[in-house]
């Protein structure tokens, strides 16, 4: 049987945010790999092998899928959201380049809704113009690389999404990010912070940068700068489709 290895984002939590192009790959999938939470996700039925595992494991993970597949398995490694986002598809390939017999596999990403444009809905329209994303982990690149990025965010007038803001392990650093926003964009800045977007825990708190604490954030957050022109309109938030 020839096996294939399909790289899928689950979306931001919602069942109505998976595409049905994954739902498609999952049912006619015969193991699902990846993180625990994340499997969790996926309902058990016969036929189907679950393989959860530890987050730190990314590269073992990649190396075990690509393996069943090239055994003749058909594997869905999947990730939250998009997996091209600070997930799976390229710890895939980063394995998958160092051994040309996982070269000719059958392989596909699919796409799935990111968080940052998940928590965008939900705030308004606050990515209207010029965005980018920053991961503010520091676990697989320096501090300084991350405040690079910050600064030049910042000069370029881009409204920014910051992913994994903060965790137990890494406490201090948003609150420096916030200090060096504060010092660069001025207290009147806004910023999004959504948390556990589409899932019932979902929670959307708009604050300016004087009000913002790292408190605010987990790593269940998405957080949105906007840019100098960002605003609210009532409710929502949004960033004016033209910038002077
Ligand atoms: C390792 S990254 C994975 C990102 C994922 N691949 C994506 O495209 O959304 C995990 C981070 O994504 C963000 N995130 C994922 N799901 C989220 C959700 N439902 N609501 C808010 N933030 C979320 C958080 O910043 C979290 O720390």
Redesign the pocket.
Known sequence: MTGWLRIA?L???AEGMVTPEVTAALADATDVVGYIPYVARIAPRAGLTLHPSDNRVEAERARHALDMAAAGRRVVVV??????????ASAVFEVAETEPAFHTLDIAVLP?????L??AAAAGAPLGHDFCAI?L?DNLKPWSLIERRLRAGVEGDFAMA????R?KARPEGFARVLDLLRDLCGSDRLITF??????PD?SLRTVTLAEATPQM???????LLGNRATRRAGRWVYTPRGVS
């Open positions: 984002g979306g931001p939590g990730s939250s959201g998009d997996p091209g986002v600070f997930a799976m799935g809704i990111t968080a940052m998940a928590a991961n982990s910051f992913y994994n803001p965790s959504a948390r556990a977007v589409s899932t979902q954030a987990d790593m269940r957050t998405v957080v």
